[in-house]
């Protein structure tokens, strides 16, 4: 797809310029030359190298051309080191839109979602990936925007139907898979959470994390809905690494990120669903920097498409009622602690995007940029401590002469 025919055609919905990615839209317009600079600067250089494309089996390629998803493969390497063997981990990232209209019956929207991934989890399973994750509230319509509480008839308990669905994958080819779900949580009172349950490569259930903030920005009504996350920052110990779920939203919070690295985080997941004209400019940013700051993996997803409501809604901002949240605009990357990152999958497309790491490259960063020794931690634990107590006074030094008039 991607290029625009001439003036008069349509260019493909929610396209840039009828590209489907910023990547392909320079890819086809710059001359080759320009092409490797401009994305030495934009994604930077991994081993000091481009990014290295990887071939998959010719059966995940023929699912993605029946199925009419974007499937792209890179892999990241590290130094070889003398002590150590590389372990490298094959991660596979999903986006996808929903598969029924809003209206249709709860039952068969969840069915249909369902049966509009299995063939994106084969051509993860098939080309042998080790750790798939799914996006935010994959099993259901990003409703959140309406206030309506019907939509709470998606909730899940952990062990409900979508694990089920995902289990049989996870064992069939012994992988592990993140469901990021609306989950109901039976033992307290029914009540609800925003919830990623990690799913062992035998199928079993290795634990849940809750999302730790909860957006109060534009449509995103999420508090309408459940409570601020209870689980703390836990990373899971994995038979492919030490993995941990950083939801949506808490990417903008730079010590949610910070508390994953602590517990030891290799790759950090960030499932998410957010729209273009809120927040586009951060996307490619924000996952990047805090595989940078933290010395680890992050793998950035992001729901498509645009998902109409039967009832109009406001978010008391002024702007007409709306059916709609707008765009959610794909582009899910992975970014490496050595500030390389792959291209994004489509802006407007289903993807599977599969990439190698090798997690020896954490410690490599580690050593070479020395961020955790230099970090000086008892300066923020105390700053921090001061701030929490209602008498905190902000240290700042006024200028004696600030109110003074200039002559
Ligand atoms: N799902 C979610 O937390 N979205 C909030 C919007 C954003 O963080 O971009």
Redesign the pocket.
Known sequence: MEKPQNGEKEEPKASICGYDSLHRLLKDNLNPHQFQEVSRLLTGLNCGKALETIALPESATALSVEHGFDLQAFSFCADKELLREPRVVKVGLIQNSIALPTTAHFADQKKAIFEKLKPIIEAAGSSGVNVLCLQ?AWMMPFAFCTREKKWCEFAEPVDGGSTKFLQSFAQKYNMVIISPILERDINHGEVIWNTAIVIGNHGNIIGKHRKNHI?R?GD?N?STYYMEGNTGHPVFETAFGKIAINI??G??HPLNWLAFGLNGAEIVFNP???VGE??EPMWPIEGRNAAIANSYFVASINRVGTETFPDPFTSGDGKPAHADFGHFYGSSYISAPDASCTPSLSRNRDGLLITDMDLNLCRQLKDKWAFRMTSRYELYADILARYLKPDFEPQVISDPLLHKKSS
């Open positions: 935010e957006p920005v995103f999420e949506c939203y990417r903008h998410s669903a957010t809120l927040s």
